[in-house]
């Protein structure tokens, strides 16, 4: 008797366990910010443009609470195949999908557009850019920091000349004075520093761009939250047909 009281017993906290820990949503993030998509505010607070889809997504629509666990960014990947958290927001790579399974819509998409200096003289032909082989026709140099992988990879490496130079900040202040034609970078995490900068009148955005990477909502295997992918995708469809989504990306696209 002692027991079966005693299982009894356990098997309620196991129970009561899992069905509290589906009502907190824990989140693997990076510990370094990246704004606008994630960032601490003034007081120390959540924020950001993947803060403020997620808080709607996953607290207003699905009511459970979000935490976030920080960790350097190969340990919070390691988080979600252990189980110990449930979701990350990363691009669903082959080696991802093996302990992970992704939203069936992406999240958010990184377009990576073509900054150039104002006035450039082939500004035309950069609003046209849509592969790397209509910007190796152009025959232009780019910019680009030290260690930035996807640049080595999409450009450097197919035989466009680029500059490197150390921060994005240098970037900038290069392509102010005309020492370089442009780079690519993303609208929503540049132009809020181009604007910190006061560059808003050296700088322009064009409609160039190559090869967009899709973002997307992963949950772990061993995540409780793994059965709920239904309900996660059903209330994405959601915010994108009542255009919330919209709506949230509005207010960081103001340049």
Same mark, same amino acid.
């Given at each position: 008797?002692?027991?079966?009281?005693?299982?009894?017993?356990?098997?309620?906290?196991?129970?009561?366990?899992?069905?509290?820990?589906?009502?907190?949503?824990?989140?693997?993030?990076?510990?370094?910010?990246?704004?606008?998509?994630?960032?601490?505010?003034?007081?120390?607070?959540?924020?950001?443009?993947?803060?403020? &889809?997620?808080?709607?997504?996953?607290?207003?629509?699905?009511?459970?609470?979000?935490?976030?666990?920080?960790?350097?960014?190969?340990?919070?990947?390691?988080?979600?195949?252990?189980?110990?958290?449930?979701?990350?927001?990363?691009?669903?790579?082959?080696?991802?999908?093996?302990?992970?399974?992704?939203?069936?819509?992406?999240?958010?998409?990184?377009?990576?557009?073509?900054?150039?200096?104002?006035?450039?003289?082939?500004?035309?032909?950069?609003?046209?850019?849509?592969?790397?082989?209509?910007?190796?026709?152009?025959?232009?140099?780019?910019?680009?920091?030290?260690?930035?992988?996807?640049?080595?990879?999409?450009?450097?490496?197919?035989?466009?000349?680029?500059?490197?130079?150390?921060?994005?900040?240098?970037?900038?202040?290069?392509?102010?004075?005309?020492?370089?034609?442009?780079?690519?970078?993303?609208?929503?995490?540049?132009?809020? &520093?181009?604007?910190? &900068?006061?560059?808003?009148?050296?700088?322009?955005?064009?409609?160039?761009?190559?090869?967009?990477?899709?973002?997307?909502?992963?949950?772990?295997?061993?995540?409780?939250?793994?059965?709920? &992918?239904?309900?996660?995708?059903?209330?994405?469809?959601?915010?994108?047909?009542?255009?919330?989504?919209?709506?949230?990306?509005?207010?960081?696209?103001?340049?």
């Amino acid at each position: 008797m002692r027991f079966s009281l005693l299982t009894i017993f356990l098997l309620s906290v196991i129970s009561f366990n899992s069905h509290a820990d589906n009502q907190v949503v824990r989140i693997s993030s990076s510990q370094q910010a990246w704004p606008p998509f994630y960032f601490k505010d003034a007081n120390n607070n959540e924020s950001g443009l993947f803060h403020d &889809l997620v808080v709607e997504l996953f607290t207003n629509r699905l009511s459970t609470e979000v935490m976030y666990v920080r960790k350097p960014w190969a340990r919070a990947q390691r988080e979600i195949e252990l189980g110990f958290t449930d979701i990350f927001i990363t691009i669903n790579t082959p080696e991802r999908l093996e302990y992970a399974t992704a939203m069936d819509k992406p999240f958010f998409q990184l377009k990576f557009n073509l900054f150039t200096f104002k006035n450039h003289p082939k500004l035309e032909q950069m609003n046209q850019i849509r592969n790397i082989e209509d910007l190796k026709a152009l025959d232009i140099t780019v910019i680009s920091t030290n260690g930035n992988g996807w640049h080595e990879k999409t450009v450097e490496n197919e035989g466009v000349k680029t500059a490197i130079v150390g921060t994005d900040e240098q970037m900038v202040m290069f392509l102010s004075r005309k020492r370089a034609d442009g780079f690519f970078d993303i609208r929503e995490s540049m132009v809020p &520093l181009i604007k910190s &900068l006061s560059m808003e009148n050296e700088i322009e955005i064009t409609n160039g761009s190559i090869d967009p990477a899709n973002m997307y909502i992963m949950v772990g295997k061993l995540s409780l939250f793994h059965d709920r &992918l239904p309900q996660i995708n059903e209330a994405w469809n959601d915010m994108i047909e009542d255009g919330t989504i919209d709506r949230t990306l509005a207010k960081y696209q103001s340049f």
